[in-house]
C-alpha cells in the first residue's frame, strides 16, 4: 500500500518493485534504466497494458469500410527493486549521480537538459 501518491508499489514480473515511471517510451526507459543501475538499484521494466477501448453506444452501426482506431505507442512501466526508493526524494535529496559524476537535477531527469549542472544549494552558499 502507497503511503501517497509519489511512493507508489506493484508487482512488476512478480517482483514487488517501487514505481519510478509508468507510460514511458522506449528511449525514456533506456534513460532511466542506465541512470538507476549507475546508481547501484535492480531496475524491473514490463510493458504497460494497452488502455480499455471504450464500450460502443447502443443503437450505433459501424461502417464496414470505417477506419479502424490508430493503435497506441509501446509503453512501459519502470520500477525498481528498493521499495524505499522515492524519485522525487532521490532528486531533490541529491541522492543520484550522473555517470560523469555530477548531482541529477530536476531538468536532467526530465530529459531537458543533457549535461547535470548541479548547483550549490542556496543553504550552502557562502554570501
Not at 503511503?3 to 514511458?24: M, P, R, S
Not at 488502455?51 to 479502424?68: L, N, Y
Amino acid at each position: 500500500m502507497a503511503i501517497n501518491q509519489n511512493h507508489t508499489f506493484e508487482d512488476l514480473d512478480g517482483v514487488k518493485c517501487a514505481i519510478v515511471e509508468k507510460n514511458c517510451k522506449p528511449e525514456r526507459v533506456e534513460f532511466l534504466k542506465k541512470l538507476l543501475e549507475f546508481n547501484h538499484y535492480t531496475v524491473v521494466v514490463v510493458k504497460s497494458p494497452l488502455p480499455k477501448a471504450p464500450a460502443p453506444v447502443a443503437g450505433t452501426v459501424v461502417a464496414a469500410d470505417a477506419p479502424s482506431p490508430p493503435t497506441p505507442p509501446e509503453t512501459f512501466s519502470v520500477g525498481v527493486t528498493d521499495v524505499s526508493f522515492n524519485a522525487t526524494n532521490a532528486i531533490f535529496g541529491r541522492l543520484l549521480h550522473t555517470p560523469d559524476g555530477h548531482v541529477v537535477t530536476l531538468k536532467y531527469w526530465k530529459q531537458a537538459e543533457t549535461v547535470s549542472h548541479d548547483e550549490v544549494p542556496y543553504y550552502e552558499k557562502k554570501k
